[in-house]
């Protein structure tokens, strides 16, 4: 129920006042519960609300950013090292641009 509640949050919240009423009352319920499982994550968005919030302004998020970070350390992987920093950015663009 829980979870499900937050899910709603992310998936029904149309601003940002309305999510953070939302997250403070799901939060409230969390604290009811008493399951130590979810102190986690209220913890967490205790920490990080503002950056939780600014999601709602247009709902994306930086998951594009992330996958093409884990994309070049995979590429840096694979030649354990990069001497000629010129044809490694040339190779970056030629693949993955």
Same mark, same amino acid.
């Not at 319920?29 to 008493?34: A, F, L, P």
């Not at 998020?61 to 070049?72: G, L, P, Q, V």
């Given at each position: 129920d829980l979870v499900q509640g937050l899910r709603n949050i992310f998936n029904t919240a149309t601003s940002i006042e309305i999510a953070y009423t %939302?997250?403070?009352?799901?939060?409230?319920?969390?604290?009811? &519960?008493?399951?130590? @499982? +979810? $102190? &986690? =994550?209220? $913890?967490t968005i205790t920490l990080n609300y503002r950056s939780i919030l600014n999601y709602f302004i247009n709902r994306s &998020? $930086?998951?594009?950013?992330?996958? +093409? $970070? @884990? %994309? =070049?350390k995979a590429f840096r992987a694979q030649f354990r090292g990069v001497k000629n920093v010129e044809f490694f950015l040339y190779r970056l663009t030629t693949i993955f641009a």
């Open positions: %939302k997250l403070a009352h799901w939060y409230k319920d969390v604290e009811n &519960t008493g399951l130590r @499982a +979810f $102190n &986690t =994550i209220a $913890n &998020t $930086n998951a594009s950013a992330e996958s +093409f $970070n @884990a %994309k =070049i």
